[in-house]
Nanobody
Framework: QVQLVESGGGLVQAGGSLRLSCAAS????????MGWYRQAPGKQRELVAT???????NYADSVKGRFTISRDNAKNTVYLQMNSLKPEDTAVYHC?????????WGQGTQVTVSS
């Protein structure tokens, strides 16, 4: 089992920046990869970015060049640095961990970008 706690969401103007954090606890040694997903009202959840245990990253086309996913293994924390935010980035952002037994999700943190 893995527990994930997100933080760092909030309200920001278009063009601004936010950094989300996801602190993992529990069976963290079993985590294969971690990622950030988001869900806007009335829309399906979508992938934002992922990072593997080896540090390989993957991004949705809509956030490439603006968002950066990183990890601090000493703190068991994954970050999502979000720059040049746009109103269409408004969503609940969820952290997820991929383990052999399945996926685990955090409760989510709201990001609202005003125009």
């Amino acid at each position: 089992q893995v527990q994930l706690v997100e933080s760092g969401g909030g309200l920001v103007q278009a063009g601004g920046s936010l950094r989300l954090s996801c602190a993992a606890s529990g069976s963290i040694f079993k985590i294969n990869a971690m990622g950030w997903y988001r869900q806007a009202p009335g829309k399906q959840r979508e992938l934002v970015a992922t990072i593997t245990r080896g540090g390989s990253t993957n991004y949705a086309d809509s956030v490439k060049g603006r968002f950066t996913i990183s990890r601090d293994n000493a703190k068991n924390t994954v970050y999502l640095q979000m720059n040049s935010l746009k109103p269409e980035d408004t969503a609940v952002y969820h952290c997820a961990a991929d383990l052999p037994v399945g996926d685990f999700w955090g409760q989510g943190t709201q990001v609202t970008v005003s125009s």
